[in-house]
């Protein structure tokens, strides 16, 4: 199989590990192993990425490995491909080797852990501690979640003799991977529960992105269903629930889907006896969760005990359930013209059009900020003096009305934002009295919306999601804008339904400055922003702040405000990606796909899609 490269002296990389090559039935999914082809020992800058034709496994320690070249060889072994780390187990001393649970966490530096080595006890003891150094930029934890957790890192490994051989006797729980290891071995997927509403509303079929990061090449359809039947990760937890009754396991050690992509999935006793409704909510939830990484067609549930079908949900009926289904349309985008009337230009038109009613061509109100609700029916508008919030149908001959929400701040509120069910959200930025409003229905009186935890920022712009339980905000302290996701809880208190923004999260923490963010999917981002000392960028970024993997954006700079649509692709839909549109000093710009940005109105401001 080929000797073990000298690892002394240098930071954990690829070498010594081993690459196979598969065959092209394996490739399409066959889960045998291929029976010829060359084994290849290969070095860093052979790596397998993302779509790579090789899979790469470790070797077992040799004999009579050196502490630092065991240790070495161990942290190699564990970026592998080997799905249950049995190479990686070899390194390890009789007891830790049962102990040892690699799906603890995984610990994310910026680069392989550097390995230092320490001798402690006396020479007859003959121990050594070997320390890890590296720069850590994430965490994920047990539940596949990801997390930035920018500090130094630093932890003791020890090794010592059993049998003869050096083994590790204590490590750090979990797995420590460098960046590029990581990206290669792991996957985003996002898994989708329903979103909790809370009292006052009607329960709806809602179902709400979390996003994980799985394994690409270790069994990912199997992997994928365990990782949803695990329930939310703990910060969507609070607003998300899951069809599934507690404690439901999936009978089969393999999950594959058949000749026609159907997905067959047996359910352990604890969903025997569930009604059909909740079942087909529970194929929901595997049906858009599996799209993540196959394309399913439909998805059968049976029962573990006899297989007798217990629901199916073809393609066609999972449409009620589609995660989309309270975004809006995504061919047609809204600004303001020069005169600060809305206007409208779908993907297929180069002139803008005013709207219908009072905030397009029958209104005289000159307007700073524009939203239009999911439907393309109502769009709020505030006021260019930044004071007044009104709603109003964008219909011939519909009246402005009064204000909805006034401030008394010269600052006045944040451009508005509607979600999917119908509510509207706007911010006050009135220094001496800061808030977050809803209003019920999007005309209904506004409520206060309590964010606990804002430690002296002010919201100076936000996009709640269509599901109504996630909202991006833009928050600034002194000079500084970062962009921040919350959790909307709804709660009963004093007997009246209660909103909060909890456990807000940094997922642009490497931006100095944030300018403008809009939804552009399930739990994806756009944000406008720079880094310290940099030009401003587009970039795409998953709501569990890790960066996307969605192709880059062509250059532009200057960027004031940024729109995309939350439903830019769903599974099955080849329609080619819509439109981005932006806002600059000049006017607004607008991105087709297979294009570069085209200017398409001058002194244009205030790009929205429905939302």
């Not at 532009?556 to 932006?582: D, F, H, M, W, Y």
Request: charged content about 25%; some cysteine; glycine content about 10%.
């Amino acid at each position: 199989m080929g000797a073990k490269g000298d690892r002394r002296g240098r930071p954990v990389s690829a070498a010594g590990l081993l690459a196979l090559g598969l065959s092209g039935a394996l490739l399409a999914g066959c889960a045998s192993m291929p029976d010829s082809g060359d084994v290849n020992q290969v070095d860093s800058s052979q790596r397998a990425d993302a779509d790579s034709q090789v899979r790469v496994y470790g070797v077992a320690p040799r004999k009579h490995e050196q502490p630092q070249e065991l240790v070495t060889g161990f942290l190699e072994a564990t970026t592998s491909d080997d799905p249950n780390y049995d190479t990686a187990r070899m390194y390890l001393s009789k007891g830790v080797k049962r102990q040892w649970d690699p799906s603890t966490s995984t610990t994310v530096l910026s680069d392989p852990p550097q390995v230092n080595v320490e001798r402690t006890g006396d020479r007859a003891q003959e121990e050594y501690t070997i320390t890890l150094v590296g720069k850590q930029v994430a965490k994920v934890d047990a539940k596949h979640a990801y997390k930035p957790d920018e500090r130094p890192y630093k932890t003791a490994i020890h090794v010592a003799r059993e049998g003869g051989e050096w083994r590790i006797d204590d490590l750090p729980p979990g797995l420590v991977l460098g960046v590029s290891d990581f990206q290669r071995i792991y996957r985003p997927v996002n898994k989708y529960y329903f979103a909790e509403l809370g009292p006052g509303k009607a329960p709806r079929d809602v179902l709400v992105a979390d996003p994980v990061y799985l394994r690409k090449r270790i069994d990912p359809v199997t992997s994928t269903v365990k990782a949803l039947l695990d329930g939310p990760t703990n910060w969507l937890d609070p607003v998300a629930a899951t069809a599934f009754p507690t404690g439901t396991k999936v009978a089969d050690e393999r999950l594959s889907l058949d000749d026609s992509n159907g997905l067959k999935v047996r359910l352990t006793d604890r969903a025997a006896g569930i009604n059909r409704e909740q079942c087909l909510r529970m194929a929901a939830q595997l049906f858009y969760t599996v799209q993540e990484s196959a394309t399913v067609s439909s998805v059968t549930l049976q029962r573990a005990k006899g297989g007798s079908q217990m629901c199916a949900l073809g393609r066609e009926q999972a449409r009620w359930y589609a995660p989309d289904q309270n975004v809006g349309q995504a061919d047609r985008q809204y600004f303001l013209d020069a005169q600060h009337r809305m206007v409208s230009l779908n993907d297929g038109e180069n002139t803008p059009k005013r709207v219908a009613g009072p905030f397009g061509a029958e209104g005289s109100l000159n307007l700073r900020s524009v939203a239009v609700d999911r439907a393309e029916d109502r769009a709020a508008g505030v006021a260019a003096n930044g004071q007044s919030l009104y709603v109003a149908p964008m219909q011939h001959g519909a009246a402005l009305g009064e204000a909805r929400v006034t401030s008394r701040a010269a600052v006045g509120l944040t451009a508005p934002s509607w979600d999917g069910l119908g509510d509207l959200w706007v911010a006050d930025q009135d220094p001496d009295r800061p808030r977050l409003l809803r209003l019920p229905g999007g005309t209904g009186a506004p409520e206060e919306v309590r964010v606990p935890r804002l430690d002296g920022e002010r919201i100076t712009g936000l996009r709640v999601a269509a599901d109504g339980v996630r909202i991006a905000l833009l928050v600034s302290k002194g000079d500084r804008t970062a962009l921040k996701l919350g959790r909307v809880e709804r709660r009963m208190s004093a007997g009246r339904p209660s909103l909060s923004v909890q456990e807000l999260r940094s997922v642009a923490p490497k931006l100095e400055e944030v300018d403008a963010v809009s939804w552009a999917g399930g739990s994806r981002l756009l944000v406008a922003g720079n880094e310290r000392g940099g030009l401003q960028q587009l970039l795409y970024i998953e709501t569990d702040g890790s960066r996307s993997n969605a192709s880059g954006l062509p250059g532009i700079t200057g960027v004031r405000g940024i729109a995309a649509p939350e439903n830019p692709t769903t599974p099955g839909n080849s329609k080619k990606a819509p439109a981005l549109v932006a806002e600059r000093e000049d006017g607004i710009v607008r991105l087709l796909p297979d294009m570069n940005w085209n200017w398409v109105a001058k002194d244009g401001s205030a790009p929205v899609y429905p939302g």
